[in-house]
């Protein structure tokens, strides 16, 4: 049996067309990285995921021994066929092919036209789930992930090697460019959270998506939908009931201990305890942010000027009692807080704030890149993360270009 060579699809982003392997929508499926309480079927019936099924790399369905519930009816065995659109499992011929006559669910990432449905075997209907409208991010920040996790394990000496050539105002230009296109996908993702789960639950959904690090976002987004704010406010929430909930699920290997979910669940319990209103503290630290000078501006006099480091040390005090601080609250503030604030009031100086502020857990590649370009030194241009966002940008329109 060969192995499957899996498609790519163009998609139109915001800012132009990017490709969307159908390998990355099969991770997606296999984390678990959406809503599952409010997965339903394209025939009505809400859909519990009870097992993925295991991820079949040769030939046949996507993912083999799954276990799925409709509605209260008994649990169903069987395989799953993952696809971005429903169109492709007659493409591919599927109906007419043994090796596929077990499959019980097809995951697709665009919800099927009008009655349009997946046939097996003698024109069995076979269930059918979109999971676009159930996704926790947006398709431009899936392949932005996904081209991190792929360009970690090359050298980042090419980046010098192919951006070296250009002058620094082009450099700047480029990097400035794409930064601005990050920082607005990011407002754009932030406008819709709080459009589907209101202020409060955007927040904490936000807190722990941060919370989970790039491999724990999944399970603790599932944990965010499970226990809301109020139970954690409340005194609800038990760390280790928590924590068993997602047992299985959890991405513990190579995950340094102070990134360890348990560490990072009693450390969001110890948030929500000591600051129970804390998203009304984050509308309050919105209006408190003094004016700053332009997105063009040298960050190291901006800093200075409106002493960056004690207004870092104050916000975390006020948001999170102090139970989150250093790069990772830098994320919370740059991958959160910024754009939740930007989506919530028109105007403003987020995104100045956003691009002059602290690095944060970014991948060492970047920053080690950004270096060797000369555009950060330490001193004169300390690392920033609005810079380091763009020269990720870069290298995801570059992985990603059709």
């Known amino acids: 049996m060969q192995p499957v060579t899996h498609a790519v699809t163009e998609i139109q982003g915001l800012y132009g067309t990017f490709v969307f392997p159908e390998k990355l929508l099969q991770k997606i499926w296999l984390r678990g990285d959406f809503n599952r309480a409010l997965a339903v079927a394209a025939d009505g019936r809400r859909l519990t995921v009870l097992h993925p099924g295991k991820w079949n790399l040769l030939g ?59 046939r097996g075997a003698g024109g069995t209907l076979i269930p059918v789930v979109a999971l ?44 400035s460019r794409h930064a601005i296109a990050r920082w607005e996908q990011k407002v754009h993702f932030a406008t819709l959270r709080i459009q589907r789960l209101g202020w409060e639950e955007a927040c904490h959904f936000t807190a722990l998506d941060v919370l989970g690090y790039r491999y724990n976002r999944a399970p603790m987004l599932r944990v965010a939908g499970r226990w809301p704010l109020r139970r954690w406010t409340a005194g609800g929430a038990s760390v280790d009931e928590i924590f068993a909930s997602e047992a299985g699920q959890w991405s513990l290997q190579g995950v340094r201990p102070a990134n360890h979910p348990k560490t990072r669940i009693k450390q969001y319990a110890r948030w929500t305890q000591q600051r129970p209103g ?23 006099e901006l800093r200075r000027n409106v002493a960056l480091g004690c207004l870092r040390s104050r916000l975390a005090g006020q948001v999170c009692g102090d ?46 890149g950004l270096r060797r370009l000369g555009v950060f030194d330490g001193q004169a241009r300390p690392a920033c993360h ?17």
């Open 60 to 118: 046949g369905p996507d993912f083999k021994g799954a276990r799925v519930r409709f509605d209260e009816g008994p649990d169903v065995h069987g395989d799953i066929e993952v696809h971005v659109r429903i169109a492709d499992w007659d493409a591919h011929r599927h109906a007419s092919d043994p090796a596929y006559d077990q499959v019980i669910l097809h995951v697709i990432l665009f919800p099927p036209g009008a009655g349009r449905v997946t």
């Open 386 to 402: 609005g810079t380091a966002q763009g020269l990720l940008g870069w290298l995801v329109a570059r992985e990603s270009k059709p």
């Open 323 to 368: 139970a989150l601080a250093g790069t990772r609250f830098d994320n919370l503030v740059c991958d959160g807080l910024l754009p939740l604030l930007a989506a919530r009031a028109a105007g403003g100086n987020h995104a100045v704030w956003w691009h002059h502020w602290y690095a944060g857990d970014l991948p060492p590649l970047l920053l080690t």
């Open 132 to 175: 676009l409208p159930l996704l926790h991010h947006d398709l431009e920040e899936f392949a932005a992930d996904e081209a991190v996790e792929t360009l970690a394990n090359r050298a980042a000496a090419r980046i010098p090697e192919e951006l070296g050539g250009l002058a620094p105002d082009e450099l700047d230009a480029l990097l």
């Open 278 to 300: 804390w998203p009304e503290a984050v509308v309050e630290v919105g209006r408190q942010l003094p004016p700053t000078g332009k997105w063009g501006d040298g960050t190291r």
